[in-house]
């Protein structure tokens, strides 16, 4: 039997086609209808709720940016919570409401709560992000409520090995890890670093530093930007192979058993987990 339309590997390049580019069009609850920026898009649905990923980005000839690549605009996020990755340029982020402001570089990793209006002054000459938007139809009982601002270069004195249960193969072990958020504005979103290879804990984890391990995303579909090293992404039903390197954007649906493959000595990723229910 075909798998669902909702059973595909997402994928996503930082550098895509020029023709993948468009102008970011959204409605700001104060100010209307805005562009500003282009986008190209990752991933476009998921499994729940409204899930979508890519890049952004800014500079002297984009929509709604002054001549110098410089950029002024109100943002509230109103597509759902969207964690971002900062990849090229400087920005400060003033939370409206509060004044409080926040500089972000390549590296910052900002989440944004849903409907908390931002006030970005982006500086020249070119700024890009990459961004997941995660959007469920049940709301948390206490959400965010303040931009987080984190890095992918923070190193916790404890990370977590990461244990799991697959359905078919059991009790796992894959890497470690460390969260970021264990809570959005809507059903269940988690975000954090995750990263494997040699003397980090695994299952089946070879001299090399590889790690391979079965996976059908049992909190969720998992949303992912590749910090460091390569990845191949196996189906179970067909055997099609996905390779991904550092930069790249991946999305992996809940229960599509596939097979993960983080390629010694090292990789390292960032992971937004989503889900419509808590």
């Known amino acids: 039997m075909a798998q669902p339309a909702t059973h595909v590997i997402h994928s996503g390049k930082q550098v895509p086609a020029p023709g993948d580019w468009t102008p970011f069009e959204w409605t700001e609850p104060s100010l209307g209808k805005q562009t500003h920026g282009e986008v190209s898009i990752a991933r476009a649905f998921g499994t729940s709720g409204n899930l979508s990923s890519g890049f952004w980005r800014t500079g002297p000839t984009s929509p709604g940016a002054k001549a110098d690549g410089s950029h002024s605009l109100t943002y509230s996020s109103p597509l759902g919570d969207e964690t971002a990755v900062v990849l090229d340029g400087t920005a400060t982020l003033t939370v409206v409401a509060t004044g409080k402001s926040y500089t972000i570089a390549p590296g910052s990793v900002v989440s944004s709560p849903k409907n908390l209006e931002v006030k970005w002054e982006i500086a020249s000459p070119f700024f890009k992000k990459y961004w997941c938007i995660w959007d469920g139809t049940e709301a948390t009982a206490s959400p965010p409520t303040d931009l987080l ?109 596939i097979t993960w493959i983080s390629k010694g000595p090292y990789t390292k990723k960032l992971w937004v987990i989503t889900k419509d229910v808590v």
Do not use: C
């Open 149 to 257: 601002i984190t890095n992918i270069n923070d190193n916790p004195e404890k990370w977590d090995d990461y244990h799991f249960t697959e359905p078919k193969e059991g009790p796992q072990v894959a890497g470690e890890l460390y969260f970021i958020r264990s809570g959005g504005s809507s059903g269940t979103m988690l975000s954090g670093v995750w990263r494997s290879g040699k003397g980090i804990a695994g299952t089946n984890v070879d001299e090399n530093g590889t790690l391979t391990t079965p996976y059908t995303g049992v909190l969720g579909d998992e949303t992912i930007l590749l910090l460091e090293g390569e990845v191949d992404v196996i189906e179970t039903e067909t055997q099609k192979k996905h390779s991904f390197r550092a930069g790249d954007a991946i999305g992996l649906t809940a229960g599509m058993h």
